[in-house]
């Protein structure tokens, strides 16, 4: 019995060395996303929070910090209520980069990653700014049936 072949080529991501660059374009990318999350929640009336930043920035006390933007994760909610949609992003130091979209509670999730500056579902489906609106209109109408 033979064994199967070994790839020619490891397509493993092969993790950064600390004197590496980091690529910034999916946190460019989380940036315009929470843009858009506050705009949805302005024009709906609607609460946007900051729930977590990154510990990679917590832990740098007064050390320079590369990425635009220090939020790790935030969610759009009701005034005074639980979050009914959740957005995060991978920290710098995780090998895969994804951002994350849920609707807790629902069973509603989505992960995006970043291709050409721009963040991508499964199937190469562009997340632009109309399709997160209908991820939150799904995840807000789900949300609101069961409550």
């Known amino acids: 019995m033979n064994a199967a072949p070994a790839p ?21 990318a989380w940036v315009q996303l929470m843009g858009w999350l506050e705009e949805y929640a302005r024009e709906h009336d609607l609460v946007f929070d900051r729930e977590a930043d990154f510990p990679e920035f917590i832990y740098r ?19 005074n209520d639980e979050p009914f949609f959740m957005a995060a992003v991978s920290q710098p130091s995780d090998e895969s980069k994804h951002v994350s979209l849920r609707a807790p509670g629902a069973h509603l999730h989505w992960h995006a990653h970043e291709h050409g500056g721009h963040l991508v579902l499964p199937g190469g489906i562009e997340l632009d700014r109309a399709r997160l609106f209908a991820l939150v209109d799904q995840a807000r109408k789900t949300w609101m049936t069961a409550v």
């Open 8 to 28: 020619a080529t490891d397509v493993r991501p092969r993790p950064l060395r600390y004197d590496e660059p980091m690529s910034h374009a999916i946190y460019d």
């Open 61 to 79: 006390m007064h050390k320079p910090w590369e990425l635009p933007t220090r939020t790790m994760v935030v969610s759009v909610s009701r005034e």
